[in-house]
């Protein structure tokens, strides 16, 4: 059983790579950074989008791709913000893949976008295996779910360029040791930037606005 399923999974693996790839080179065509952001449900994603559109009113030009198991209720939150997003409904998957990715760009008008950010599945596991063409993964963990995640789900901490610990507003409320998690994605990924923020109080947010636009400006430096 184990024989038959290792090459079946790594075929998929490499499927999806080829996939990624050709994204990828339709986002560098395009000079739009692109994000993959990726957290357990409900730790602040579609949260941070709202911010992040707020903050980048003027500043750069955004679009969203929304994926979800159903439901298009956050690709609502969104627009309401009065920026392009679409839905993909996985029913059931727990992770997006290269090809969803091909077919929601379809349905996005992508001239003069600069940013787009694809919220990917709740789920701490299966999203880090999937590439989409993304130029960075960005993760957020948030206070509630507790320090010691770094340690039981290392491989999202270990492929994210950026940690967002997010909900620190909630802090006097519950036991978590914010530097237990800087310490343990460290010790994963010396080189990932670690903010700390709230999306409901606006804190630490300037320092995650900062790093988008400098990304954003080497994408379309490298043109
Ligand atoms: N107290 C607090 N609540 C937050 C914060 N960020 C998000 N939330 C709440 O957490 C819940 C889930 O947020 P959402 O953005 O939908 O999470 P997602 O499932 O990762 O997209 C919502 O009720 C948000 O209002 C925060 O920084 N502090
Ligand atoms: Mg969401």
């Known amino acids: ?20 790839a050709e994204n990828r080179r339709r986002f560098d065509d395009a ?3 692109v994000i ?8 602040g994603k579609t949260s941070l989008l709202e911010k992040t559109i707020e903050g980048l009113a003027g500043r750069l030009k955004m679009a969203v791709i929304e994926g979800d198991l159903q439901s298009s209720y956050d690709a609502e939150r969104i627009q309401s913000k ?3 997003a679409v839905q993909i409904n996985t029913d059931g998957g727990c992770h997006l893949d290269g ?16 940013l787009l950010i694809i919220e990917n599945v709740g789920n ?6 999937f590439n989409l063409g993304e ?12 320090d010691d995640k770094p340690l039981k789900y290392p491989l999202m901490f270990q492929l994210s360029t950026v940690l967002l610990v997010n909900k620190i507003d909630l802090l006097p409320y519950i036991d978590c040791d914010v530097s237990k998690i800087h310490e343990r994605a460290r010790r994963l990924n010396g080189r990932q930037e670690i903010f700390d923020v709230s ?23 490298g043109r």
């Open 1 to 20: 059983m184990t024989q038959i399923k290792v090459p079946v999974v790594r075929n998929i693996l490499q499927a999806n790579d080829r996939l990624a």
């Open 135 to 146: 130029h960075d993964k960005v993760m957020i963990l948030s206070v509630t779910e507790g």
């Open 31 to 33: 000079g739009i950074f």
């Open 99 to 114: 090809n969803m990715i091909q077919i929601a760009m379809e349905s996005l008008d992508l001239r003069d976008v600069d």
């Open 199 to 221: 999306c409901r109080t606006g804190e630490g947010l300037e320092s995650w606005l900062s790093w988008l636009e400098g990304k954003v400006l080497e994408v379309k430096g």
């Open 36 to 43: 993959n952001l990726m957290s357990s449900p409900g730790a």
């Open 124 to 129: 701490l596991v299966c999203p880090a295996e």
């Open 82 to 84: 009065g920026v392009q």
